[in-house]
């Protein structure tokens, strides 16, 4: 009965020398790849074979020429993966030098190989960077958590994607940082958790636009409560705020113990004002003798 084998273990790419070393020494074992991943790797069982396997990197326009010029030089193709690795192996025999398990026969292909990693990973960073750039400049005019805790994720993860590019850029750089495996391990989780806390902290907010007008009244409107919303966790809020009316009137946001947060006072106002409100529910109140147009919007 054939057996077979799931390893999950996620390595940092400018360290893929360490997966290649745990793919020979799993071989050595009697684990045979069948097919390497990002996230987990599929082996089977097969003492009788030894092998001893290597990576690519890259976007490939002609496959099958790819993979025949390395059949050519005795490497037999696995498999790749979604995001432009390539898996090789070839049998090893003690006899050889370990020259003949080397996939690029010069320096330079190698490096030429890293600096397409490096090139994608470094212009991706300095997207992120754009994008932190622009998140900054949201909390700079508008802080709330939400921002703040993408900010935070986007501008790790640039760190992260150029520190990754400048060590594979460098020839002299170590590749065999075991501790680097645990660091993307924990990168990605970070990533992962920061993402869903942004998400999660952004549905929670009350995005929401209300609207009131009469164009006259019979009596007197004193503090009527027309439209209530509710707050999750305590943060800076901001609401558009516009109402026009031929005598003063009066709009209120009121919290639930019936604490008066927010009041404005005239015949016209138009603008944004910001809030920070604890949890609860909030209520718009009006108080006005005339007809009015009032219209509110809360993020």
């Not at 991943?37 to 690519?56: A, E, H, L, T, W």
């Not at 994008?131 to 935070?152: E, R």
């Not at 750089?173 to 806390?197: E, Y």
């Amino acid at each position: 009965m054939t057996q077979y084998k799931k390893s999950f273990r996620i390595y940092a790419a400018w360290n893929y020398q360490n997966e290649i070393e745990d793919l020979n020494k799993a071989s050595l074992e009697g684990w045979q790849l069948v097919k390497g991943g990002c996230f987990f790797s599929k082996y089977v069982k097969n003492p009788d074979i030894c092998y001893r396997y290597q990576m690519d990197f890259g976007k490939i326009d002609d496959m099958g020429r790819y993979i025949e010029t390395f059949r050519e030089q005795g490497w037999e193709y696995i498999n790749s993966t979604f995001n432009g690795w390539h898996y090789f192996r070839k049998l090893y025999d003690p006899n050889l030098p370990e020259e003949a398990y080397e996939i690029f026969t010069d320096k330079e292909s190698m490096l030429e190989m890293n600096k397409r990693w490096a090139t994608i990973a470094s212009a991706i960073g300095i997207l992120w960077v754009l994008i932190a750039i622009l998140n900054t400049i949201k909390m700079i005019n508008h802080p709330k958590l939400p921002t703040l805790v993408i900010l935070v994720t986007v501008i790790i993860e640039a760190i992260v994607l150029l520190r990754g590019g400048m060590i594979m850029r460098n020839p002299h750089s170590s590749r065999n940082r075991k501790g680097d495996n645990t660091f993307i391990v924990l990168f990605i989780v970070f990533v992962l958790l920061g993402t869903s806390a942004y998400l999660f902290l952004d549905s929670k907010r009350p995005y929401f636009t209300t609207e009131q007008q009469a164009s006259s009244i019979d009596h007197p409107i004193v503090e009527n409560r027309w439209s209530s919303f509710d707050i999750f966790y305590k943060d800076n809020y901001y609401f558009d705020i516009s109402f026009n009316a031929s005598k003063p009137m009066t709009l209120s946001i009121i919290d639930e113990n019936d604490n008066v947060v927010f009041a404005k006072t005239d015949t016209s106002f138009n603008d944004e004002i910001k809030l920070k409100l604890p949890k609860g529910t909030y209520t718009y109140a009006i108080t006005c003798t005339t007809g009015f147009h009032v219209k509110c919007s809360v993020e």
